[in-house]
């Protein structure tokens, strides 16, 4: 079964170093998010993307974050000068389907990117 | 604003045995999807089972179905048969159908399996 692949598994960095969170979605999923999960807590959006461009975003979605398909099969997630409270669990999930009627498909996630800042 | 609710922080049950794992959420909308996702411990979030608001039969999965109470902005999860395997989190998920990519998820249920 097509699986969307994150790496890596596991990243620490320093605060205030750069951040590059790497994704490959399905590979006929036109539709790409983010969300992330601070430990303990609820699972949460951060952005979705779609033609190249971002369709939709949250308030934690702020100047620090962007979002890239720098390539036909990657989709990366930058963060450019991590805090502290940024340490969670990044998932990256693809969908072939947008909104509206095709909303009930649901989406396949990745198996995350535990980020530690330190 | 849309929030879900998963008031059991953990369950457990003896395998082969049945559980049910409890959902609310609030909304205004009418049009609008219900999801369930295991977290097993690798981490993946994996699709469960789901339900369109405005169908009224409630969604079965194998062994997994959903109790869909509309009015009662009630969703709960019964797994059948209980098997070491299902061992995970599960999180309960809204999602409008106003032409909104996003998921609101709940805090998630721990699920135990007793041998």
């Known amino acids: 079964e097509p699986e969307v692949t994150q790496t890596p598994s596991h990243q620490v960095t320093q605060m205030g170093q750069e951040v590059i969170l790497r994704c490959v979605p399905i590979s006929n999923h036109l539709y790409f998010y983010w969300y992330r999960q601070i430990l303990g807590q609820k699972v949460e959006f951060l952005v979705s993307?779609?033609?190249?461009?971002?369709?939709?975003k949250s308030e934690i979605f702020d100047d620090q974050f962007s979002v890239e398909r720098p390539d036909g099969s990657n989709f990366t997630l930058k963060i450019r000068s991590t805090k502290l409270e940024d340490s969670a669990m990044y998932f990256c999930?693809?969908?072939?389907?947008?909104?509206?009627?095709?909303?009930?498909?649901?989406?396949?996630f990745g198996s995350g990117t535990r980020l530690t800042v330190v | 604003a849309q929030t879900v609710t998963q008031s059991q922080p953990e369950m457990s049950v003896q395998e082969a045995e049945t559980v049910t794992l409890s959902c609310t959420y609030d909304?205004?909308?009418?049009?609008?999807?219900l999801f369930w996702y295991k977290q097993p411990p690798s981490r993946q979030m994996i699709l469960v089972i789901r339900?369109?608001?405005?169908?009224?039969q409630n969604a079965t999965e194998n062994r997994f179905s959903v109790n869909f109470q509309k009015a009662a902005k009630s969703f709960s999860l019964k797994i059948s048969d209980s098997q070491l395997g299902d061992a995970a989190m599960y999180f309960c998920?809204?999602?409008?159908?106003?032409?909104?990519?996003?998921?609101?998820f709940g805090t998630g249920t721990r699920l135990k399996v007793l041998a």
């Open positions: 998920a809204y999602r409008s159908g106003a032409g909104t990519y996003k998921y609101i």
């Open positions: 993307f779609y033609n190249n461009e971002i369709s939709e």
């Open positions: 909304t205004s909308e009418s049009d609008y999807y």
């Open positions: 999930a693809s969908s072939e389907y947008g909104t509206g009627g095709a909303s009930g498909y649901g989406y396949t």
């Open positions: 339900q369109e608001a405005y169908k009224q």
